[in-house]
């Protein structure tokens, strides 16, 4: 049975995916400054996706995902200090400022990555949900894959073993319609990304991504199929990233129409008329939450500004664990 939806969760929703958003924003304007460097790939469209998967997620619970990681991390709970601080490389980042936008871990908060090989994090998540199962801690492992690994041939090897061996595994397909700057369509045979796993024996479902709601609740079911001990499961999101692949990327290989069009289905926009359609909380408690979020980005952006970067004689340290 799906828990019902307490009313403070609706506040919750709203909050972490604004929050989410502003932090992308704000990164954006970080990297137009020269203040972070590498790769930065933006989660600005697909908020409602690790939002909604979160409401699912026992405290002990694991995540890995892929390079657009962000958003993942704050969802989980991270502080958006250190995530921002280790996106301007300084020392007090989470990898301390030796990651970047791509590799961020956290033992701590059971956050494994952000991973930069495109479907490197399937056989990683699977090996963690086999240590979920060799310990027999009752936890599962949430692995994030993006439509463009779903033609990596390591994440259809994790596939089989996940199966063979039932492991507490849920694969997150999300599919944000391009892989790069290629249309899924014109590089991936037939349209559902998650059946792709019924060769191997593992159940799926494809999940309106741009709603939270029913993203938390395929999110349920899905955990608690997989924490069961029948083996893994893959939800597959459609979702849409408003920006390019990268912020190299100008995105020109979309229409201006497309691109409008999957706004006018934005998530948080949808939360907060449901929110407030439904007179679940006044006006007035959304725009302290505006002003909340709006402090958060910016004292996380002051902080990782004045945060110290890794002196030189760091730079072998930390490399084997």
């Avoid at 029913?214 to 459609?238: C, H, N, T």
Wanted: hydrophobic share 35%.
């Amino acid at each position: 049975m799906i828990p019902k939806i307490k009313k403070n969760d609706y506040l919750v929703m709203y909050e972490t995916m604004l929050t989410i958003r502003r932090f992308e924003e704000r990164a954006s304007q970080l990297y137009g400054k020269g203040l972070i460097g590498g790769f930065c790939h933006l989660y600005i469209g697909q908020e409602a996706v690790v939002v909604g998967v979160l409401m699912s997620i026992n405290s002990k619970d694991s995540v890995v995902t892929t390079y657009r990681d962000h958003g993942h991390m704050i969802a989980r709970g991270l502080d958006t200090k250190k995530i921002m601080a280790e996106l301007t490389g300084r020392i007090d980042g989470y990898s301390k400022g030796k990651g970047g936008s791509m590799h961020m871990f956290s033992k701590t908060n059971s956050f494994y990555g952000g991973h930069g090989i495109v479907g490197a994090q399937a056989p990683v998540g699977t090996g963690i949900a086999f240590a979920h199962k060799y310990k027999k801690d009752k936890q599962i492992c949430r692995t994030y894959i993006g439509d463009g690994a779903m033609n990596n041939g390591q994440v259809f090897e994790s596939f089989n073993m996940a199966s063979i061996w039932k492991l507490p595994v849920l694969y997150i397909i999300e599919n944000n319609k391009y892989g790069m700057g290629t249309e899924v369509s014109k590089v991936s045979a037939g349209s559902d990304l998650y059946k792709r796993g019924e060769p191997f024996g593992i159940k799926g479902e494809k999940v309106d991504g741009m709603n939270v709601i029913k993203v938390r609740e395929a999110a349920f079911r899905a955990a608690k199929y997989v924490r069961s001990g029948k083996g893994p499961y893959i939800l597959e999101m459609q979702t849409y990233r408003y920006r390019g692949h990268s912020m190299s990327d100008p995105a020109l290989y979309r229409t201006k129409e497309e691109v409008k069009d999957y706004k006018s289905k934005d998530p948080i926009e949808k939360i907060k008329k449901l929110i407030l359609d439904k007179k679940i909380f006044p006006e007035k408690k959304i725009k302290e939450i505006d002003d909340k979020v709006f402090n958060i980005i910016k004292n996380a952006a002051e902080f990782a500004e004045n945060s110290p970067v890794p002196n030189i004689e760091d730079l072998y340290k930390d490399v084997y664990a």
